[in-house]
């Protein structure tokens, strides 16, 4: 994202969050944040329309061809503008529609500088954009509406899919949250695949359950060679060791072949909300 250097600088931006969210934790003090906007925004049931919060914090959305960045926020004598890339499926554009909303909680007043030169990068602007993507998924993902909407599904890519439609937001968006509201003991993998169908991980991540109760598990390298040995391009309810089931789909990022494997335990965690 784009942001005014005359806005502040970031240290101090994360402190006016702790300031509007009267918590000295940051992360409570956006949750704190985020709870007011979603009741003041009316919505009550999935999905949440990032447009209704835009317009109680005065950002105005526009779409835009951009070159280098999936969004950019603009200040206004109004408030701001959001610019997000035209060519974006709406899932993605609502994402970034709340991470550059998010930017704003971390002003003092609903308006900034008419420049849009970008801001220094730092360990503090570091924080505050893993911040803005934490206060963007708790906008359109409610912990406590996900994980409902979790527990009347078994675990699965399919499942997965769902929540992402009921929520609108990318099948990516959704298994993450996923791992981090811990609705099923899983993980995720994700794999740049070659031409020759060799292999790299690219990231994974794991639900607090499944790193709880698991000791060890299938490698990385082992779940890509069973996905691939299918010869398809999407597997579901591979077997693996110990009752374990894995689902795979094969994607594309910027024209490059992509491989995620699912896998779960084969019944649903409960939770207490």
């Not at 784009?2 to 806005?7: E, R, W």
């Not at 993605?92 to 801001?119: M, V």
């Amino acid at each position: 994202m784009n942001a005014s250097p005359n806005m502040s600088t970031a240290p101090n931006r994360i402190g006016v969050l702790c300031q509007r969210g009267g918590h000295r934790d940051p992360y409570l003090a956006a949750l704190e944040i985020v709870n007011r906007t979603i009741t003041d925004s009316g919505v009550t049931t999935p999905p949440f329309d990032p447009r209704r919060y835009c317009d109680l914090h005065h950002v105005e959305v526009r779409d835009r061809w951009l070159p280098n960045c999936a969004a950019r926020l603009l200040p206004t004598r109004a408030g701001y503008i959001a610019e997000i890339q035209a060519d974006d499926p709406q899932s993605r554009k609502n994402f970034s529609i709340c991470h550059e909303l998010a930017h704003t909680f971390f002003f003092s007043s609903q308006t900034g500088s008419s420049s849009d030169e970008p801001y220094a990068r730092g360990a503090a602007a570091d924080q505050e954009e893993r911040l803005c993507d934490f206060i963007a998924a708790e906008l359109l993902m409610p912990r406590n509406h996900f994980r409902a909407g979790a527990r009347t599904l078994v675990p699965s890519i399919e499942s997965v899919q769902r929540l992402a439609g009921m929520f609108a937001v990318s099948l990516n968006a959704a298994m993450f949250r996923c791992m981090k509201l811990d609705t099923w003991e899983c993980y995720y993998v994700d794999f740049a695949l070659s031409a020759e169908d060799d292999v790299s991980v690219q990231s994974w991540a794991f639900s607090s359950s499944w790193v709880k109760r698991r000791r060890s598990t299938i490698s990385f390298r082992a779940l890509a060679r069973l996905a691939l040995g299918s010869n398809a391009p999407r597997c579901s309810g591979i077997g693996l060791f110990g009752g374990d089931t894995m689902d795979s789909y094969q994607y594309r990022i910027n024209g490059r072949r992509r491989l995620r494997a699912f896998v779960y335990r084969n019944y649903p965690v409960t939770h207490e909300t």
